[in-house]
């Protein structure tokens, strides 16, 4: 063990964050943190490094402990060249390596035994300090995180924000500390740095303990979760996806705990009414004798409820033509400079694809020459029969300062009424007093959430998202996945978000300067098929014989991802229709359940509207199994 937080508590004024975590770290472990925004985590971290002080509880490090903290967003104000910030970091090994060469200097003028030996020892220490490869070490950190070489001579003051960040992460990652403590350290990476990141971490001697909301890159590297949920921590002994499950099984089993205790308290209290009623002297003791149980009983929390986040299907008001986009022959250039050519594509109706490419490929400037907003420098695209586009840019522009989140959706959608509308918002997380806030107070994830309601509410049958799940947390990200995977019209989005491209894409388009290939599948198909050189020009399309055979091959293989998407969403609808009729049975089992006709009735009514769906679905399941089956 390498560091340890003990019962630790904070609170700001009066807003409590922390109020009870402990956990450990040891050495070279590689551990993730997870909560939703505002739970506590980046706070936690300033804590283990000392920046603030705990109210309570004890922060334990170990003797000589190196930590290396990188924060959300970066203060470098050096007026220092990129590359010289990260030789700073082996600045032992230069000053070795210049006296080496003033040693060679002396030698070659004067070799004495004391010189050699000096020198012998010099160069010894320097080799076994890996000195020969500092400078190479610095710039395959750089290119890995995504820097141009002609950028390595760029003032640091003049970076943007993304570039300080990953500046200062390159530093992190060459200091080499014995814990790294990164605070969403994936945020400004292209999908081939954050590969790139995964293998360095992976192979890191250190310990790490990483905050971040990309799943993907959690499950790549972690084997130990620590959930920060209302002030409290709780561990979980897996990578995200273990955490995610193992997280409803114990939320199902405290709600049943929970359901268990409040039946057994209406019970006694029933026992206790029934006592008093009788007005004897001995009832009447034996009444506060049970009153006084009651009263030492440690009540237990109500937890929240399982699967509260509606799942909305929407469906636009106007279907479109089966041709939904066409791109013939495409290309752009900004003064001079070639972003991409011979781009062709045909996007049906339906689909939902995921754009990819290096950043600087083009891909938001060919969202904006499909909106119109950019000409094309050559060729063609062309919009299908009654396709209406709406675009989501990631800047929330399209939002009024001055509205509350229930008047922007309402003044946007004034043909709903006030219950759709807090439904709707219900489903995108703002709950309660949420709707009430001024947008101009709303933070950059809720800014978000407000921008992607409105696209999806409004009659657009095509959807362009450019990056959207930036600034959500993981619990956004999965409501807006089912929103998605729901949605009947058409999508077109751009993502970093590996995971997020998994669960929604059912084709990948991987746009190059040399056109776009397509890959009929998700990001896993992506990752298996891309490195391979044949099978990527396979999958390019650029010939009009072919595309025909391509086409259907392309549906077939959409509809058999389809099935297999559907085939998981109805088996996780019977777990949770089922669970539900369990609970209903238990509650069915309660004698002071059938007090209440009214309750009877309804739940009667929730059991067979239940076993109505729960029929439904498993016709559903075995038509989908026995397809399944049969492509097999």
């Not at 003797?63 to 970091?89: F, H, M, N, P, W």
């Not at 890995?144 to 002609?150: D, I, N, P, R, Y």
């Not at 990476?189 to 890191?204: K, N, S, T």
């Not at 008001?317 to 752009?332: F, H, P, R, Y």
Request: proline share 3%; glycine share 6%; hydrophobic share 35%.
């Amino acid at each position: 063990m390498i560091l340890s937080c003990s019962h630790v508590r904070k609170a700001f004024l009066t807003q409590q964050v922390l109020k009870d975590c402990t956990f450990h770290i040891e050495a070279h472990e590689k551990v993730a943190m997870v909560g939703v925004n505002g739970a506590g985590k980046t706070t936690l971290l300033r804590i283990l490094i000392g920046e603030i002080e705990p109210d309570d509880g004890q922060i334990y490090r170990q003797k000589d402990l190196q930590i290396g903290y990188l924060a959300q967003a970066s203060d470098y104000t050096s007026t220092q060249r990129i590359e010289e910030v990260l030789l700073t970091v082996f600045a032992d090994l230069i000053r070795m390596e210049e006296e080496m060469r003033r040693l060679e200097q002396e030698i070659s003028h004067a070799s004495t035994p004391e010189l050699l030996e000096a020198y012998d020892r010099l160069q010894q220490e320097f080799t076994r300090r890996d000195g020969y490869q500092y400078r190479s070490r610095v710039r395959g950190v750089l290119k890995g995180l995504g820097f141009q070489e002609a950028e390595y001579e760029l003032p640091v003051s003049q970076l943007s924000g993304g570039q300080r960040s990953r500046v200062a992460l390159a530093r992190l990652l060459l200091e080499q500390p014995d814990l790294l403590l990164l605070d969403e350290p994936t945020n400004h990476l292209d999908i081939a740095a954050i590969q790139w990141l995964e293998g360095f971490l992976a192979a890191y001697n250190g310990a790490c303990l990483l905050i971040s909301h990309d799943r993907y890159f959690l499950d790549k590297l972690c084997t130990r979760t620590i959930e920060l949920e209302r002030g409290v921590s709780s561990e979980y002994h897996g990578n995200y996806t273990f955490y995610a499950h193992e997280k409803e099984l114990r939320a199902r089993q405290a709600l049943k705990e929970y359901n268990m205790q409040q039946a057994e308290i209406r019970r006694q209290q029933g026992i206790i009414a029934d006592l008093r009623s009788r007005g004897m002297e001995k009832f009447i003791r034996r009444a506060q004798s049970r009153e006084k149980i009651l009263d030492k009983m440690e009540v237990l929390d109500k937890p929240t409820e399982l699967n509260a986040n509606m799942k909305l299907r929407l469906v636009p008001s106007t279907l479109s033509g089966e041709d939904v986009l066409s791109a013939e022959d495409l290309s752009k250039q900004f003064d001079g400079n070639l972003l991409f050519e011979h781009v062709n594509f045909q996007i049906r109706r339906g689909e939902k694809i995921a754009l990819l490419g290096s950043n600087g490929t083009g891909k938001t400037t060919l969202f904006k020459m499909i909106m119109g907003l950019v000409p094309a420098t050559s060729g063609y695209l062309r919009t299908g029969v009654k396709v209406y586009p709406g675009y989501y840019d990631q800047q929330q522009e399209n939002l009024t300062p001055g509205n509350t989140v229930l008047e922007e959706i309402y003044d946007a959608f004034p043909q709903m009424t006030l219950g759709q509308v807090r439904n709707v918002l219900g489903a995108f997380l703002f709950r309660g007093d949420d709707v009430f806030k001024p947008i101009e107070a709303l933070s950059g994830g809720e800014k978000a959430r407000v921008s992607l309601c409105k696209i999806m509410l409004a009659d657009n049958n095509f959807l362009l998202l450019d990056e959207p799940t930036n600034h959500l947390d993981i619990p956004s990200r999965e409501v807006l996945e089912d929103n998605l995977t729901n949605y009947e019209g058409t999508i077109l989005f751009i993502s970093h978000d590996r995971y997020f491209i998994n669960k929604v894409a059912d084709q990948i388009y991987e746009l190059t300067q040399d056109g776009i290939r397509i890959y009929p599948g998700g990001y896993d198909y992506y990752l298996e098929h891309a490195s391979a050189p044949e099978q990527a020009e396979q999958a390019k399309s650029n010939s009009t014989t072919a595309e025909l055979d391509f086409y259907q091959q392309k549906k077939l293989q959409r509809e058999r991802t389809r099935r297999k998407t559907r085939f998981a969403r109805v088996e996780k609808e019977i777990e949770e229709i089922e669970w539900k009729l369990h609970e209903i049975e238990e509650k069915m089992l309660d004698p002071e359940f059938y007090n209440s006709s009214t309750e009877f009735a309804r739940l009667e009514q929730d059991q067979q509207t239940l076993n109505q769906q729960l029929e439904a679905l498993m016709e559903e399941w075995s038509e989908l199994a026995d397809a399944l089956e049969e492509e097999n």
